[in-house]
């Protein structure tokens, strides 16, 4: 599974308030996919591009991993993110409510956007992210990964663009399909905040 090329290890940000069990929860995931696969805790921080005490944070559940960290960590792993999220009960039936999914920072700054996780990859084909931006909130970090993409605008203005293929501006109701191999990223357009349901689909594993 491609992800983002890890960028050179830099010192990371100090860790935001946390929800100790979810935390803890994803990092004992992340633990056991690493141990699992034989990989020390620093062979798997120089894979991913995240260092080795924040790597150490999160495995002890003293930080949460934003998405673009959690993407390269699964990417590292070889597996889906929403594998290191806490899992619903396995049913072909799926029911979130309003205010349910776990909540993720999109990248390492103090004033991120947040996604949230509708759907989970636990062992489904796809995996469905809520993205509430506000203006001045940062998003414009890169991602890469396996599957397909569909980005659909719900509100505001966004622009999707993909790394030396082009960039597309979206309006509500415009919706853009690529793959995810390719490079991506999306800036946010005006002083209106956005709504954007994002649905990555994946071969069955």
Known sequence: MATTPPSPTT??????????????????????RRESAGLSMRALAGRSGVSQPFLSQIENGQASP???????????????????LPQAPST?????????GALLPVG????????????RGDGRMMEVVEYRIAPGQYLDEWFQHEGENVVYLVSGQVTVEL????????????????????????????DAPAHVLLVVARAPR
């Open 66 to 84: 934003s998405m673009v960290t959690l993407y390269r960590i699964a990417g590292a792993l070889g597996c889906q993110p929403g594998e290191l």
């Open 108 to 119: 390492e700054v103090d004033n991120p956007a947040i996604g949230r996780m509708i759907s």
């Open 163 to 190: 790394d030396g293929v082009g960039s597309w501006d979206l309006t509500p109701g415009d919706c853009v399909y690529h793959p995810g191999e390719v490079r991506h990223r999306w800036l946010l357009v005006g």
């Open 11 to 32: 010192p990371e940000p100090p860790a935001r308030p946390v929800d100790v069990d979810a935390s803890a929860l994803v990092g004992t995931a992340i633990r056991a």
């Open 92 to 100: 072909s039936v799926l029911v979130v409510r309003a205010g349910e």
